[in-house]
């Protein structure tokens, strides 16, 4: 299979937060970065000259790019961390080593510690983070340490032990920063509820915390301790800027793998996060063409069990947006709220960027594949019977009933056929009847494409509601067309789409490519007779005085308008200019009619 141009990756990629992945053309991982904007960064690697020279080799090498979209840039970092531990890439140098982002623990014992580490272990403790920052960690540790009385020893504090009085209190509990549950001088459910408001804190809700924080401030603040409210309130500020939780990395969620799926008329994509202890390790993309019009579960089983063999994968729990059969084994899940459905929804964004990207570069590279991809999206969309290549647009132009003109508008293969757009001159209706108008362009238009032998659209876009679709439709019923062309109405205020003989509208997504052509096309046919109509408005204005004279004629009228530019003008010249221009018996009957006038 044929790489794609590196120039076309670039242009393709998405402008939002990720890591980026750098390939040789032996499929083997080269560089892993991080960016706030993907498509910034990587374009910055191939448009300056690097001083360096193993940037300069690095750029030779690379064949692929690769990319996971994330929400922020502190989850890029994560992850980044995450990947390049994983893969151990030739060019990154500075996370190469085994260090691991900080956490917050509480550990799982009778009088529970909290503590920072770099290590997660599976014996029941509670994480929270990671973090990015030790200054955060530390900010907190201190906050916990100031509102609440925490030991810090590492002591076995069973209840054997205490009663037996094997232990005696510390320094910390003369400085009053523990209350000496090691002589049993403390209670277990009064330790634990103060481990409760810990947690609160370091799941993100401050409410109880802020409020004694706030006390303690104005206390100190009353005591004229003013450096201490100081010290509180730089806390404070920390604090309130401190996120509880990376949306990346959750050490709840171990050895599962995420799957999503986003999917069109030809195509289906679906992305695999694999979660390693918490943490994306991998993420993949895999395209699967449609044979014969497969749903979304059928594509999702297959890609699930190809992706899964790819990559080895032995998780037994995975994360799914529907129910799909995959044998017993294995655990289903459709998660609906929380961190479980967080990651599911960055895997479908994931999938999104990755079908837009490939959309781009089809359209670049294969647009005939393109045409024919929105072709079958509007034919499934709109329900109609073949693809409509050949689409034509009608609108109403007239203002109180003045100069009535109609447009037709022509779009092959959803781009614009500026040369076969039509214009028409109402001839048969008096004053403002839009929907007699609309009948009799209508069927102007098809009766002449019929005797001309001309092939027909298969879909006509009516610029209205109920009342234009139906003279449409009385139009080509004459004709006997009703049944060989599609004809839909399309109103502006909700965009609705009305079919002949339905009552209740279709409403398309407002982000389908479907009804961004149907609006193209209407605003189009709009912009087209509005243009007519001023010219018609305008020409009229100005030559409708010159026209009532008799033997005046168009020809002779724009003779004038040349030379003299206005009716204002012709009207104060002389009997001889005129004569110059248009012959004396002419100029005599001008002169005559300013005369009477």
């Not at 837009?356 to 929105?374: G, Y």
């Not at 609108?395 to 447009?407: K, L, Y």
């Not at 293969?413 to 028409?424: A, L, M, V």
């Amino acid at each position: 299979m044929q790489s794609t141009p590196i120039e076309l990756q670039i242009q393709t990629l998405p402008d939002a937060p990720g890591v980026y992945q750098y390939y040789d053309k032996e499929g083997k991982i080269l560089y892993v970065g991080k960016a706030k904007n993907l498509k910034k960064r990587v374009s910055s690697y191939f448009t300056k000259n690097h001083d360096y020279g193993k940037t300069k080799v690095l750029v030779k090498k690379i064949s692929e790019i690769k990319h996971i979209v994330v929400e922020t840039e502190t989850d890029a970092l994560l992850l980044e961390n995450n990947l390049i531990k994983k893969h151990q890439p030739r060019y990154n140098v500075l996370l190469k080593d085994d260090k691991s982002y900080p956490w917050i623990c509480i550990k799982n014992e009778r009088f529970p510690r909290v503590f920072s580490t770099r290590r997660v272990i599976k014996d029941g403790s509670e994480y929270f983070g990671p973090y990015t920052s030790m200054k955060t960690i530390k900010t907190l540790l201190d906050l916990i340490k100031g509102l609440y009385h925490i030991r810090t020893c590492k002591y076995d504090l069973s209840e054997q032990k205490i009663n037996a009085g094997k232990y005696k209190v510390c320094l910390e509990y003369h400085l009053g920063n523990c209350k000496g549950p090691c002589e049993g001088l403390e209670t277990e459910q009064y330790y634990h509820s103060n481990i409760d408001a810990i947690k609160e804190i370091l799941k993100g809700n401050f409410k109880d915390s802020l409020s004694n924080f706030k006390k303690q401030m104005q206390s100190y603040a009353e005591n004229m301790q003013f450096e201490d409210a100081q010290k509180i309130k730089e806390k404070l500020e920390v604090l309130l800027n401190y996120q509880a939780k990376s949306t990346v990395v959750n050490p709840k969620i171990s050895n599962v793998d995420v799957f999503s799926i986003v999917s069109d008329e030809s195509y289906g994509y679906i992305n695999f996060l694999q979660l390693s202890y918490g943490s994306i390790i991998r993420s993949h993309t895999l395209e699967l063409k449609k044979k014969l019009d497969e749903t979304d579960e059928e594509l999702l089983e297959l890609g699930i069990i190809e992706i899964r063999h790819r990559f080895h994968s032995k998780s037994k729990e995975l994360y799914v947006p529907f129910h799909v059969d995959l044998g017993e084994e294995l655990k289903i899940t459709i998660p609906k709220l929380g961190d479980k459905k967080h990651i599911l929804d960055l895997s479908r964004r994931n999938a999104m960027y990755y079908r837009m990207e490939q959309l781009k570069q089809v359209k670049i590279v294969d647009p005939d594949r393109h045409v024919k991809r929105i072709m079958a999206q509007m034919k499934s969309d709109l329900r109609l019977s073949s693809e409509p290549r050949h689409i034509e647009c009608f609108d109403n132009s007239n203002i109180q009933g003045t100069n009535p003109v109609a447009a037709c508008v022509v779009f092959k293969n959803g781009k614009p056929s500026k040369k076969d757009y039509r214009h028409f001159n109402i001839k048969t209706v008096e004053g403002p009847d839009d929907f007699a108008s609309m009948e009799e362009v209508v069927y102007r238009r098809y009766k002449r494409l019929v005797e001309e032998d001309q092939p027909l659209p298969q879909l006509v876009v009516i610029d209205g509601g109920k009342g234009q679709l139906s003279s449409a439709v009385k139009s080509l019923e004459l004709l006997n067309l009703k049944d060989k062309i599609a004809i839909i109405g399309i109103a502006k205020r909700l965009e609705e789409i009305f079919y002949p003989n339905d009552s209740i509208p279709l409403y398309l997504d407002k982000k389908s490519e479907t009804l961004k052509i149907i609006q193209q096309l209407r605003n189009e046919a709009h912009r087209f007779g509005i243009e007519h109509h001023r010219n018609k408005r305008s020409k009229s204005a100005l030559n409708s005085e010159l026209q009532d004279i008799d033997s005046i004629g168009e020809q002779t009228i724009v003779e004038l308008m040349k030379v003299f530019k206005s009716v204002k003008r012709i009207k104060e010249a002389s009997k001889e200019d005129l004569s110059a221009i248009v012959g004396h018996s002419r100029a005599s009957k001008i002169k005559e009619y300013y005369s009477k006038a």
